[in-house]
């Protein structure tokens, strides 16, 4: 399995090399991660903005995450924010089976998809907006229902009304949750393009790796990344 890349980890003070995980970007710094990077609020919503787009491109492939939490996404500052998203194996294809046993992780979970459902891309859209009203909140506990209170320089007043009403409508009825390019129009208002044409399929080469790869005993890695705005 490839390893995920070094701008995606960080160092301790006992020089121990760590991988920056999103459970170190969802709540405040504390007892032994207070070394850890720390985004400005610009690069929070940034880093929101990336995750949206990440989403967006997996789902315009056909291939549904599932697993979405803070332990399976990596993120960097540098030389821009952006996203890598880890453990793949469970990523599936659109409409068709999952390639693993489905696993969930606590305080992650979609409440409106029975664990026996099994993933889709609307169970996605919830858990997407999970992700990014914890990242412009800091708050790892904030799920859609609850008041979103973006962190301080995060977002002004125009993009704080555009993120909390896709956040709001993602508590709504399976089927109606926002899209994840509607998390990008809220982050940013862009216009996003399909995957390139040019560029074999990313469902191709999930497939081909889940056939051939031989684990080395680290996290499987994906390879999918997308910068900032």
């Known amino acids: 399995m490839r390893s995920a890349p070094s701008r995606m980890s960080w160092r301790t003070p006992a020089g121990t090399t760590r991988l920056l995980e999103f459970g170190y970007l969802l709540r405040p710094p504390g007892a032994g991660f207070r070394t850890a990077p720390q985004p400005t ?26 697993d979405i939490s803070h332990a399976n996404v990596l993120w960097t500052l540098g030389p821009e924010p952006g996203v ?15 390639t693993q046993p489905r696993a969930e992780t606590p305080d992650w979970t979609d409440p409106r998809t029975p664990h026996t459902h099994g993933a889709d891309i609307d169970s996605d859209a919830y858990k997407t907006a999970l992700a990014i ?23 002004d007043d ?20 926002p899209p994840a390019r509607k998390w990008c129009d809220a982050l940013h208002g862009d216009t996003l393009t ?36």
């Open 158 to 177: 125009r993009y704080a009304a555009t993120v909390r009403r896709p956040f709001a409508e993602a508590a709504g009825e399976r089927g109606t949750r």
């Open 84 to 98: 890598h998203f880890l453990d793949c194996d469970g990523f599936g294809f659109a409409g068709g089976p999952a």
């Open 41 to 66: 609020p610009g690069e929070r919503r940034t880093l929101a903005l990336s995750f949206a787009r990440a989403v967006h491109w997996f789902h315009t492939s056909g291939i549904v995450l599932d």
């Open 194 to 229: 399909p995957p390139d044409a040019g560029q074999p399929p990313l469902a191709r080469r999930l497939t081909a790796r889940s056939r051939t790869g031989s684990g080395t005993g680290s996290r499987s890695t994906c390879g999918g990344r997308a910068g900032g705005a």
């Open 133 to 155: 009203g914890r990242i412009v909140s800091q708050d790892p506990y904030v799920v859609p229902g609850q008041p979103l209170e973006p962190v301080a320089g995060c977002l």
